[in-house]
């Protein structure tokens, strides 16, 4: 799907989005414990596919925070709720963001939507500062693929990765690589519905064992997103 046709999806989409969901919000607090786990202070930010603004008016909270967006109706819409932000109408792989010109580049749930995303990647190295962080988060293709195809997501794009290939991935040009993931208990073939069987959740929560359960699958690589952080060199 060319440029322009995506454009016209994500108009529609953005034009008739909700409040954030509970998947969403779980996503925030990864990228915001991660923004906090490094320790930068009044970091200037972009969010690299902002949509509908509501992460870059948080991220805005720690820091000046530019979000780029392709729907023009997504950035018109950002612009107007929360104006103390910037936001950019810009196709991101073509985008001519400033470079070495932000200490954090955020991306929830954009890679996995462009064909090369070894581009996506280079544009988010290109406008960070030397030494500066990236955090994302993307599904997780383990457990996208165990879920039912009605319960997946449908968009022109979905180029989805595992942890081990996004690790790969950021190796390219990045260094301290650290996936994991995250949000357990999804995916309803093999080893997944296991771990999802609300039988089992059930005994574990009255033995007090739920929570591990959950830490183990996450360790396992079964979440249904994964968190990436990396930072590019001096």
């Not at 969901?21 to 990864?30: D, Q, S, T």
Request: aromatic fraction near 8%; glycine fraction near 8%.
């Amino acid at each position: 799907m060319d440029i322009q046709a995506q454009r016209v999806y994500y108009n529609k989409v953005w034009g008739n989005v909700g409040f954030a969901n509970n998947l969403k919000l779980a996503r925030c607090i990864a990228i915001l414990d991660s923004l906090y786990s490094y320790d930068v202070r009044e970091p200037k930010i972009c969010d690299l596919g902002s949509g509908t603004g509501w992460l870059t008016n948080i991220l805005n909270t720690f820091g000046p925070t530019t979000g780029v967006e392709l729907s023009d109706v997504a950035v018109e819409q950002a612009s107007q709720r929360y104006p103390s932000c910037e936001f950019i109408c810009a196709d991101i792989s073509t985008w001519q963001g400033r470079n070495n010109s932000f200490d954090v580049v955020v991306s929830q749930e954009v890679i996995e939507h462009f064909e090369h995303p070894e581009r996506y990647l280079s544009v988010a190295h290109r406008v960070l500062r030397p030494g500066g962080y990236l955090i994302l988060t993307t599904p997780n293709a383990t457990t996208a693929l165990a879920r039912r195809a009605e319960e997946r997501s449908n968009q022109p794009i979905e180029n989805w990765v595992t942890s081990r290939q996004l690790q790969h991935l950021l190796e390219r040009d990045f260094i301290s690589v650290h996936t994991e993931t995250f949000i357990p208990n999804y995916g309803s073939s093999g080893v997944h519905k296991v771990f999802a069987s609300n039988k089992i959740l059930r005994l574990l929560g009255a033995l007090g064992l739920k929570r591990h359960w959950e830490r183990l699958a996450c360790t396992a690589g079964l979440g249904l997103h994964i968190l990436a952080r990396a930072r590019k060199g001096a």
